[in-house]
């Protein structure tokens, strides 16, 4: 393997590559011991023929010639793991085991591999763990600005039923009925009041604050008190088409459809029907 590939490695591959070097290093000393081994039983047996000196020469040429083998091979390894070397299988000569560089252990190695996927996963769940939290917080930003607007009630003109600082989650869509509590754009601001009457039909308020809607009288228990209020429309008041009447549940201090400042609330104006309160918890309950 020359220098450039070696560069191209990563740290894991590296690792794999010195152990399989380390175990084949393991299998070469585990190769001389077995040597060494034949070499004094065959010292015995030399001994027991009378040819100590023949045999001890001719063991010895085995035991130099397995040595000078593994010394190479060593050292070709080590050469190629410090990329000092291009060719992939060099035996040039090497210094003498004991003085042989020192190699770390097989658990150390295997120690470092596990570190190195260990970090490599974590990596990758912590990128996975991320990235599901942007597209989570995303949709729930999409959800909140394209159908449940969430929205602060400022001012008291919708006490009791709502109070200034509440957080209220609306619904966008659907038909507006009688009695429900709307938000609507008016002047780059938006307002909540509820619906009184619809188009077509006709709006009356006596002076004690009783609305009239087609001569009945509507009940209002959401009501703490009634009041005629700010009121500067021409009693009995008809509807426009496709717009709804809307009054604050506070009717001393709300402006709303009674007044032209305000006026009727168009279609095109809705931003959703307010459904819940949210904040603080203990406001937390669904809004009639």
Known sequence: MTQKELNKLRKPEMLRIMLEQQRQIEQLKAELAQANDQLAARQVKARSAGSIAEASLAITGIFEEAQKAADGYLASLKAQAEGESDDPDPLPAAPAPDEAPDMPSLEVIEDAVAQAKYRRRFRRMLRSTIFTLITVSAVAVLIAVLLLPVLKIYGSSMMPSLEEGDYVLSVKGGEMDTGDIVAFYYNNKVLI????????????????????????????????????????????????EARVFVMGDNRDVSVDSRSTTVGCVAEEQLVG??????WPLNHLRSIH
């Open 193 to 240: 009041k509820r619906v009184i009457g619809q188009a077509g039909q006709w709006i009356d308020i006596d002076q004690d604050g009783n609305v009239y809607v087609d001569n009945v009288a509507i009940d209002e228990p959401y009501l703490d008190r009634k009041a005629f209020g700010e009121c500067d429309i021409e009693l009995p008041y008809q509807v426009p």
């Open 273 to 278: 029907k307010v459904v819940f309160c949210i």
